[in-house]
């Protein structure tokens, strides 16, 4: 894993807890370096050949697009969180999209035609090219500011498919209720625009863990109905990184077992 600051992933658990469930402990290994943008290029360079893959976290999901062939959907988000060494032809994928996917799958929510998105970064972009995949076709953006907004998110929506709507981030939106709402915003909400958002959605992904249990944590347990947390996001896409990483496919159950008794 690298990226900075980097001592507060729980990444090397959740893979190293992989490689023990698949058998595989004996033969791979998993670290973390703090790494910044300036010192990737060098740190890759300097890679043996029992190096397989990297896992690269901010703020090098950029960065690490120069460094190997990007796939459509990386290429797409300007964003890669993984990077694979492959016998001397490396490529970039960003499975942050299919961890969404897999992980709102798993709680049974497999398609979805509304979507409310709080913010508007790098994850905020992998979570609408999800949506898109789950059938979205319309979603509100709650944001601090809509320029920017827009300049991140706007033309990711028209070629996706779907029609974006903006307003004020930290509200209660006066607007119909939605399939799902995910929230890649770090900062915390007051307990009362947590419940208002939840009320209006069946579904709801927060996609961050900084704060775990955060105020929608709360609010859809409260609420009953699904509930998803940035441990779900971490271990989706650790599961395709295995994946892509060892070729085994490991089963998400064991992993979110150990990473949310770490936060416990």
Not at 174 to 203: C, H, K, Q, W
Request: aromatic content about 6%.
């Amino acid at each position: 894993m690298l990226g900075r600051p980097i001592e507060h992933s729980l990444s090397p658990l959740i893979h190293t807890t992989a490689y023990a469930v698949l058998g595989i402990a004996d033969d791979w290994s998993y670290g973390r370096h703090e790494v910044d943008e300036a010192g990737l290029a060098g740190f890759v360079a300097g890679c043996g050949p029992e190096w397989v893959g990297l896992s690269c976290t901010a703020p090098l999901k950029q960065a690490v697009l120069d460094l190997g062939r990007p796939t459509e959907r990386a290429r797409l988000l300007a964003s890669g969180n993984t990077f694979l060494f492959n016998d001397g032809d490396p490529w970039v994928e960003n499975t942050d999209v299919t961890g969404l996917v897999g992980a709102f799958a798993r709680a049974g929510v497999t398609s979805a035609s509304t979507a409310l998105l709080l913010g508007n970064g790098a994850t905020a972009r992998s979570a609408l090219a999800a949506l898109a995949e789950m059938g979205v076709t319309d979603a509100l953006v709650l944001c601090r500011s809509r320029e920017r907004a827009e300049a991140s998110l706007g033309s990711l929506g028209e070629h996706l498919g779907v029609g974006l709507e903006y307003g004020p981030w930290g509200t209660v939106p006066d607007a119909d209720a939605t399939d799902v709402l995910v929230s890649t915003v770090s900062t915390p909400l007051p307990p009362e625009v947590a419940a208002g958002l939840v009320s209006m959605t069946r579904a709801c992904f927060e996609a961050t863990y900084n704060h775990y249990p955060t105020e929608l944590d709360r609010a859809a347990r409260a609420a009953g109905v699904v509930q998803l947390s940035g441990i779900d996001l971490l271990v989706g896409q650790a599961v395709d990184q295995v994946r892509l990483m060892t070729g085994r496919a490991c089963p998400p159950g064991p992993l979110l077992e150990v990473a949310y008794a770490a936060l416990d």
